[in-house]
T-cell receptor, first 115, second 115 residues
């Protein structure tokens, strides 16, 4: 069964520094997708970045990059130059296969950015 | 069209009452998902539709839960005979399926409190 594990319940980072949020996954599928979402206190899930299992290069979106290590089954999110507005919950999620649509989420990491 | 819209944003109901939530997806998206999120947890998949067809339902979706998407546009999620354990955030998301999945965009959720 597919599973997402986020082992850091909470993280602190100083403003303008980089931070890495960990995510490991378990699946028997060869084709899958990995996602990161941000959830501020308002509740909305905001899509950040996507990595396909066959993508050879790590995904990047602005200040967000995904450190994809397929053999280790890890998909860590790196946020560079942290901003106060980055304080939120961050969820890693996986979609198995290419046909199905549902996402399986981890338990999340609460990131706090200090001024 | 600015995104996924959910109504109401908050609902307080007495145990045993029925409640219905509505989700309006992004207009060109043919897939619509429902998730439930309890405090401190990641969202859990409930069900999803492609156009008007309900393609998958989680075992979490007991007989008291029913979802519809009658014309392939908006969707409703009904909970009958609510229980205190139903208290959660109910999130709706939509995505575009054209032979390849795209990322899902979420609404701001409906927070249900059963008293």
């Amino acid at each position: 069964a597919q599973k997402i594990t986020q082992t850091q319940p909470g993280m602190f980072v100083q403003e303008k520094e980089a931070v890495t949020l960990d995510c490991t996954y378990d699946t028997s599928d060869q084709s899958y997708g990995l996602f990161w979402y941000k959830q501020p206190s308002s509740g909305e899930m905001i899509f950040l970045i996507y990595q396909g299992s066959y993508d050879e290069q790590n995904a990047t979106e602005g200040r967000y990059s995904l450190n994809f290590q397929k053999a280790r089954k890890s998909a860590n999110l790196v946020i560079s130059a942290s901003q106060l507005g980055d304080s939120a919950m961050y969820f890693c999620a996986m979609r198995e296969g290419t046909m199905r649509g549902k996402l399986i989420f981890g338990q999340g990491t609460e990131l706090s950015v200090k001024p | 069209d600015t995104g996924v819209s959910q109504d109401p944003r908050h609902k307080i109901t007495k145990r045993g009452q029925n409640v219905t939530f509505r989700c309006d997806p992004i207009s060109e998206h043919n897939r619509l998902y429902w998730y439930r999120q309890t405090l401190g947890q990641g969202p859990e998949f409930l069900t999803y539709f492609q156009n008007e067809a309900q393609l998958e339902k989680s075992r979490l979706l007991s007989d008291r839960f029913s979802a519809e998407r009658p014309k392939g546009s908006f969707s409703t999620l009904e909970i009958q005979r609510t229980e205190q354990g139903d208290s959660a955030m109910y999130l709706c998301a939509s995505s575009s399926w054209t032979g390849k999945n795209t990322e899902a965009f979420f609404g701001q959720g409906t927070r249900l409190t059963v008293v």
